[in-house]
C-alpha cells in the first residue's frame, strides 16, 4: 500500500525524527509523540475544552425540554431533530472539506456553533421556555457540527505523519471519550448550582478556545488541482463510489456498522438496571451501566501505547470488533452488576482500539482530496449506528428478554465479524 498521499503534511508541522523505543512500562503508556507537532498539539489541545463543554450542552438542552414539556417523548423528537441536519450536513460537509481550505472551514463552523450555544444561553436566560426554539436551535447546531466534524478529522492526516495516525487518533478519542464521562457527571453537578444559561454559556466560551487553536493552524488547501471543484450531489455520490471500490474502506465501515448495530445495548440499561440488577439499587445500576462502556475506552486510551505502532491495521480492526462481540456476549450473560461492569469495561477498551485503526485506516487508505469525505460518511455511521442499535435491541429486549438480546447480539457481532473478515481478504491484508 503506498502510504505517500497520506503522509503529506504542511511545512514545518512535523516533530523531530521519532525517539528511540520505549521500555518497561512506558510501552504501555499512551503514545504522545503527535503532540510533538505544534499543529496537530493546537487542535487536540482545544478538544480537551470543547469535548466536556459539549457534553455540558448535550445534558442541558434534553433536561430543558423535559422540564418544559415533562414528556420523554419529545426528547426523542428533540434528539431526532439534531441527527437529521447533522446526516445531511456531515455528508455535504465532507465534500466541501475537500475542495477549500479545511483551517477556514473549521473556523467558519466553530464559529457557528458557538454561536448557536450563545442562542442557546439567551433562550434559557430570558426564560423563552419554547420546545420549538431548542429544536431549532439543536438542528442548528447539529448543521454546523456536521460541517465541522469530517475537515477536522480529514486534517489530522496532513498534521501528523502516517505511521503516528493510530497515536493521534487514541489522543483524540481519548479525550473525547473522557468529556462522555467527565461532561454528564459535571453538569450534574453544576445544573443545581449554577443553572441552565450558565451551562450553556460555559460550552460557548470553551468554543472560543477551539476558535484560537483552530486559526492558529497552518493554512490546509486543497491538493492539486482539487481546488476549482465544486462541492454538490455528485462529489458525495463520488465518495460513495470511491468508498464501493476500495474494499479496505468499505469493510472499516461495514465494522462500524456490525459492532454498534448488533451489539450496542444502551437501549435495554434502563430494563436491566429495573430487573436484572435492582438488587444493587436502579439508580447505581442505571450509572454503572451507562458509564461502563466510557471508562474502559477511557483506560483503552491511557494504556494505547501497547497497540497504537501496531502495523497490521486490518487484523486490529477485526480483533477489535471480535472482542467487543465476546465482551458483549459475557455482559448479556453476566447477572451480577461488578461482573457486568468489568465486561462493559472490556468492550470499551475493544472500541477504543476499534476507533483508533478505523480512523487510521480512513485517513491512510483514502487520498487527500477524498479524505473530507470519507470523513462525512464515518460521522454519519458513528452517530447513526447506535440509534438503529436502539430500535433494534429494544425490540429484540421486548421479544425475548434484555439479557438474551444483549447475548445474542454480541454473538452474531462475532460471526459476522469473522464471516465478512473471511469472504474478503483486504481488511486482513492491510497494513502500512
Known amino acids: 500500500m503506498d502510504t505517500s498521499e497520506s503522509s503529506t503534511t504542511d511545512p514545518g508541522s512535523r516533530a523531530e525524527p521519532a525517539a528511540p523505543p520505549r521500555r518497561g512500562w512506558r510501552r504501555w503508556a499512551m503514545d504522545t509523540r503527535p503532540l510533538g507537532i505544534p499543529?496537530?498539539?493546537?487542535?487536540?489541545?482545544?478538544?480537551?475544552?470543547?469535548?466536556v463543554g459539549s457534553q455540558l450542552t448535550a445534558v442541558a438542552v434534553p433536561k430543558q425540554i423535559y422540564d418544559i414539556t415533562h414528556s420523554s417523548?419529545?426528547?426523542?423528537?428533540a434528539s431526532l431533530a439534531g441527527l437529521v441536519p447533522m446526516v445531511a450536513f456531515a455528508l455535504?460537509?465532507?465534500a466541501v472539506a475537500d475542495t477549500v481550505d479545511r483551517r477556514k472551514l473549521l473556523l467558519v463552523t466553530n464559529c457557528g456553533i458557538a454561536v448557536a450555544s450563545l442562542l442557546f444561553w439567551a433562550q434559557a436566560a430570558t426564560g423563552l421556555g419554547s420546545v420549538t426554539v431548542l429544536m431549532v436551535l439543536l438542528a442548528l447546531q447539529q448543521a454546523f457540527f456536521g460541517l465541522n466534524s469530517p475537515a477536522r478529522n480529514a486534517?489530522?492526516?496532513?498534521?501528523?505523519?502516517?505511521?503516528?495516525?493510530?497515536?493521534?487518533?487514541?489522543?483524540?478519542?481519548?479525550v473525547m471519550q473522557t468529556g462522555l464521562v467527565?461532561?454528564?457527571?459535571?453538569?450534574?453537578?453544576?445544573?443545581?448550582?449554577?443553572?441552565?444559561?450558565?451551562?450553556?454559556?460555559?460550552?460557548?466560551?470553551?468554543?472560543?478556545?477551539?476558535?484560537?487553536?483552530?486559526?492558529?493552524?497552518p493554512p490546509l488547501p486543497p491538493l492539486g488541482e482539487v481546488a476549482a471543484r465544486r462541492a454538490g450531489v455528485r462529489e458525495i455520490a463520488a465518495g460513495f463510489r470511491y468508498i464501493s471500490r476500495h474494499k479496505v474502506l468499505l469493510l472499516s465501515f461495514l465494522a462500524d456498522i456490525v459492532a454498534m448495530v448488533l451489539g450496542m445495548p444502551r437501549a435495554l440499561f434502563p430494563q436491566l438496571a429495573a430487573q436484572t440488577y435492582h438488587s444493587y439499587g436502579e439508580g447505581l445500576a442505571l450509572g454503572v451501566l451507562f458509564a461502563g462502556i466510557p471508562v474502559g475506552a477511557v483506560l483503552g486510551g491511557l494504556c494505547s501505547g501497547v497497540f497504537s505502532r501496531?502495523?497490521?491495521?486490518?487484523?486490529?480492526?477485526i480483533g477489535a470488533v471480535v472482542g467487543w462481540g465476546v465482551a458483549i456476549a459475557g455482559f448479556g450473560l453476566s447477572g451480577n452488576l461488578w461482573v457486568a461492569l468489568a465486561f462493559l469495561a472490556a468492550a470499551g477498551v475493544a472500541d477504543m482500539v476499534s476507533m483508533v485503526f478505523r480512523g487510521a485506516i480512513l485517513l491512510s487508505a483514502a487520498t487527500d482530496e477524498m479524505r473530507g469525505?470519507?470523513?462525512?460518511?464515518?460521522?454519519?455511521?458513528?452517530?447513526?449506528?447506535?440509534?438503529?442499535?436502539?430500535?433494534?435491541?429494544?425490540?429484540?429486549?421486548?421479544?425475548?428478554?434484555?439479557?438474551?438480546?444483549?447475548?445474542?447480539?454480541?454473538?452474531?457481532?462475532?460471526?459476522?465479524?469473522?464471516?465478512?473478515?473471511?469472504?474478503?481478504?483486504?481488511?486482513?491484508?492491510?497494513?502500512?
Do not use: K
Not at 499543529?39 to 469535548?51: C, K, N, Q
Open 39 to 51: 499543529a496537530y498539539r493546537r487542535l487536540w489541545t482545544s478538544t480537551i475544552v470543547t469535548a
Open 73 to 77: 417523548a419529545w426528547v426523542g423528537y
Open 92 to 94: 455535504w460537509g465532507g
Open 155 to 174: 486534517s489530522i492526516a496532513r498534521l501528523v505523519p502516517a505511521e503516528q495516525l493510530p497515536a493521534a487518533n487514541a489522543l483524540g478519542s481519548t
Open 182 to 217: 467527565a461532561g454528564p457527571l459535571l453538569a450534574g453537578v453544576l445544573i443545581p448550582v449554577i443553572g441552565l444559561p450558565v451551562l450553556y454559556l460555559i460550552d460557548a466560551l470553551a468554543l472560543c478556545v477551539a476558535v484560537w487553536a483552530v486559526f492558529r493552524l
Open 310 to 317: 501496531a502495523r497490521r491495521h486490518g487484523w486490529m480492526v
Open 373 to 432: 469525505r470519507m470523513q462525512g460518511v464515518f460521522t454519519v455511521v458513528v452517530a447513526g449506528g447506535p440509534r438503529l442499535a436502539d430500535v433494534l435491541h429494544g425490540t429484540a429486549g421486548s421479544a425475548f428478554g434484555p439479557r438474551a438480546a444483549v447475548a445474542g447480539g454480541g454473538a452474531l457481532v462475532v460471526v459476522v465479524m469473522l464471516a465478512l473478515a473471511a469472504a474478503v481478504p483486504a481488511l486482513r491484508r492491510y497494513r502500512i
